[in-house]
């Protein structure tokens, strides 16, 4: 739990700091367990955000702007009743718990002066935001619990205010080093485990920290530690906790150095994973929630419409390939066609032979050498004039069918293919605006369908190919989807670059820039080739086949799908997938 109660302490002070004096302006309800109160006075303006969000709760400053529900909800109007256009006059933190609460003053229906406290309580799913009275009476909250919810603790309206329950757990910031020295005494236990089980507000983020600050270890057995040991670990916790007493913080959040991932956030400098990970550092507490759920909102927000359009994609290829097997049966049945028209013509030929209730007649087929006999199938229903002209219609229709087949089945084929690059396409997607790309490709190839929000919006600039270059300077363009793709092959590049794709095989279009007067080293080929490799479905081979031509032999059929071309006069080089370096 990133927000523990260390990080809510200096947030509170923050808070306290920039609110007190402040007026509320407005009070809007985002979304159903999120506020955002507009504050205003002499020390400048702010957006407060409060989420009672079961899996983000958090309080911050937002800095974008925010759309409101057109019809206020319940508790959004019971607040702008209580609160707006009241003071704040203080924020704290109780008992370092993971709660804020903002005492408000403000006049009430009667003209006097009352102090309301809105609290939030940060704790996962029991996360909540809860207005009080003067008497610490529940007016109501943004989540009503009642006994089928919970049958510890009620928040209704009309009950007293209970703190969320307590686990036994002592006020780290009332500790001395004894205190820290005893609680390393179960030989069972992490000596990290030992401090979180014994403190509230303490995550294990922040456990681990104060045993490596300790003894250059995170996580070790209280078993293997020595006295001197544990009189180190509890130094550095008293040492911690005393600095979060005197508002000493240095709020970071830690990014993964090999992934570029957030891996969590503190209000502390983070050192327990050393070089595996970035450390950046931010003035304010609340900057940093607002900066890292921005970006983790971002990252979700990508990977739920990565997972609609591939649901999409996917339920699509099964759509061809089960079309494409039933076309291959069908016209496999076509082939049949020469043998129904030599029937037709031996019943007619022999049409004297047969009477109306044969079944089947044995028949000299003349138009196989040897001249041997065939059994021919007849309707009794019929006559065998009729039987004749039965096998003529399915000739003629299995010949129709057989073109028009064909001409269904390279379609199908073809939009397998398409398909195909397109879930590539979003495999590899590694931002928001790619897959916005993407989806405006499924749009107007049909695959996905607008409503009505979607059509008012203005379509987005094209997005550029990614940027490169090669050691010895040659300039390259990477096409990241088909749109990208159609739009570097077929209006940025000139005739004299070099276009690259692997061969047979899904991948982006490579595009290395001709230079007036300078030939394209051997080097650079490689290079480009091995980029072309990369964003592709063999990034992960070696030795992958990579064809390469001038832009000038390469041409896109009209009517074809985006990102499908033809190219003649091409060499072809195989090599390992390489990563280009963004520019």
């Not at 004096?21 to 409060?50: A, T």
């Not at 670990?233 to 913080?249: C, D, H, M, R, S």
Request: aromatic share 10%; with cysteine.
């Amino acid at each position: 739990m990133a927000l523990d109660g260390v990080f809510i302490n200096a947030l509170t002070k923050e808070f306290n700091e920039k609110f007190t004096g402040l007026r509320i302006d407005k009070i809007y309800q985002p979304e159903h367990d999120e506020l955002l109160l507009l504050l205003h006075g002499k020390s400048g303006s702010f957006k407060l955000c409060l989420s009672a969000n079961a899996s983000i709760a958090r309080a911050y400053i937002e800095e974008d702007e925010k759309s409101s529900k057109s019809e206020p909800p319940v508790f959004c109007m019971l607040l702008r009743k209580h609160l707006l256009g009241g003071k704040i006059i203080r924020v704290f933190q109780p008992d370092f718990e993971r709660v804020i609460r903002f005492e408000i003053e403000s006049i009430n229906a009667f003209g006097d002066l009352t102090v309301k406290t809105l609290v939030i309580e940060i704790m996962g799913r029991h996360s909540n935001i809860i207005l009080l009275d003067e008497n610490e009476k529940i007016l109501d909250s943004i989540k009503r619990v009642d006994f089928s919810v919970s049958s510890l603790r009620q928040i209704l309206p009309g009950l007293k205010y209970e703190n969320p329950p307590s686990q036994g757990k002592k006020n780290p910031l009332s500790c001395g080093v004894g205190e820290f020295l005893k609680c390393l005494e179960d030989n069972d236990k992490k000596a990290d485990k030992c401090i979180l089980d014994t403190f509230k507000g303490v995550s294990p983020l922040v456990a681990r920290e104060i045993v490596y600050r300790g003894i250059g270890i995170a996580e070790i057995y209280v078993s293997e530690l020595s006295m001197s040991k544990k009189l180190d670990i509890a130094t550095e916790g008293y040492k911690l906790f005393q600095a979060v007493l005197n508002g000493e913080f240095a709020p970071c959040y830690l990014v993964s150095r090999e992934t570029k991932k957030h891996i969590d956030f503190s209000a502390f400098h983070i050192t327990q994973y050393e070089n595996l990970a970035e450390v950046q550092f931010f003035d304010s507490p609340a900057l940093l929630v607002y900066e890292y759920y921005k970006e983790r909102g971002k990252k979700e927000r990508a990977q739920r419409r990565n997972a609609e359009l591939m649901k999409v994609v996917t339920n699509n290829i099964e759509r061809c390939i089960k079309k494409i097997e039933r076309q291959t049966r069908e016209l496999a049945d076509t082939e049949k066609k020469e043998q129904w028209k030599i029937w037709g013509e031996l019943i007619t030929a022999n049409i004297y032979k047969i009477n109306k209730s044969d079944k089947t007649v044995c028949l000299e087929n003349y138009y196989e050498e040897g001249m041997p006999e065939v059994t021919i199938p007849l309707d009794t229903s019929v006559t065998p004039a009729q039987n004749a002209q039965r096998y003529f219609k399915k000739y003629s229709k299995a010949k129709t069918a057989q073109l028009e087949l064909a001409k269904q089945l390279k379609i199908a084929r073809e939009e397998l293919l398409y398909l195909e690059s397109v879930e590539e396409e979003i495999e590899k997607a590694e931002t928001a605006e790619a897959l916005s790309q993407i989806a405006e490709e499924l749009y107007e190839e049909g695959y996905l369908r607008r409503n009505t929000k979607e059509k008012k919006k203005k379509q987005n600039k094209q997005a550029m190919p990614q940027e490169t270059r090669t050691t010895d300077g040659f300039c390259v363009f990477i096409g990241k989807n088909n749109k990208q793709n159609d739009f570097l092959t077929c209006k940025m590049a000139h005739n004299n670059d070099l276009w690259f794709h692997t061969k047979d095989i899904h991948g982006s279009h490579v595009v290395m820039r001709y230079e007036q007067g300078r030939e394209f080293t051997d080097n650079a080929i490689l290079e480009a080739a091995g980029f072309a490799a990369f964003y592709s479905k063999a990034r992960n081979s070696e030795n992958v086949p990579v064809d390469y031509t001038k832009i000038k032999f390469v041409k896109k059929p009209s009517g074809a799908k985006p990102g499908f071309v033809i190219y003649t006069d091409n060499n072809t080089v195989y090599v390992t997938p390489r990563k280009a370096e963004e520019k």
